[in-house]
């Protein structure tokens, strides 16, 4: 979803350390790369091969795999892997796009996944979560993301949610956290 690259672009500086959490086909992986440049220092999580080998060869292919540690396993193991503070951490829901539709995110790993990020956040840090409501599953999980969202303590952190109006309910849209109360 543009409106997640639009916010990186706006918020990640190089030197930063970032996280994408469902690297799928690697495309939020190597903006987090480009953004971050050669000081900065990427963690790139998935369950599947397929989605590590796509990705890994695309950050290659751009000359950014130097800085980006790809972790065969899953978000909710993310404190296991990346270190704080981060300036970022991106999920982008779903399955894999060209890839097997049963192997969806899945509220209770999302969930476990997104306290981790929270508890690692740099203050002004962002959470950013592209939420697909479209397919089947997809749907609980964001009536999950929906309540975890509105239950986060305000003096602690902001949250937006962006949904696109002319367009279906079930779109993808976008949650967006901060680490912050201003
Ligand atoms: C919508 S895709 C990500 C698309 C990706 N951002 C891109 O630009 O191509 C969702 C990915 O999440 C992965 N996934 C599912 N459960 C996961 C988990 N518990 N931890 C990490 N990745 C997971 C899937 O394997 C899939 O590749």
Redesign the pocket.
């Known amino acids: 979803v543009g409106l997640c690259h639009l916010f990186l672009k706006e918020r990640v500086r190089p030197g930063d350390r970032v996280v994408?959490?469902?690297?799928?086909?690697?495309?939020?992986t190597l903006l987090l790369a480009r953004l971050a440049g050669p000081t900065g220092k990427v963690w790139g999580?998935?369950?599947?091969e397929a989605?590590l080998t796509a990705t890994r060869k695309l950050l290659a292919d751009e000359g950014c795999l130097d800085r980006v540690e790809l972790c065969m396993?899953?978000?909710?193991r993310l404190g296991e892997f990346a270190t704080p503070p981060l300036n970022a951490v991106v999920f982008?829901?779903?399955?894999?796009?060209g890839?097997d539709k049963s192997?969806?995110?899945?509220p209770e790993?999302t969930l476990a996944?997104l306290e981790a990020s929270l508890g690692m956040l740099a203050d002004k840090g962002l959470l950013l979560v592209v939420v697909?409501p479209g397919h089947p599953g997809g749907d609980n999980e964001s009536d999950a993301l929906q309540a975890w969202g509105a239950g986060l303590p305000p003096e602690q952190f902001n949250v937006w949610c962006s949904r696109q109006q002319n367009r279906l309910q079930t779109s993808p849209y976008l949650i967006l956290v901060e680490r912050g109360n201003r």
């Not at 994408?20 to 939020?28: K, L, R």
């Not at 396993?73 to 909710?76: D, L, R, V, W």
């Open positions: 994408d959490a469902t690297c799928g086909n690697g495309h939020d999580f998935d369950i599947q989605a396993a899953g978000h909710e982008n829901l779903g399955y894999l796009p890839g192997r969806i995110t899945r790993t996944a697909y």
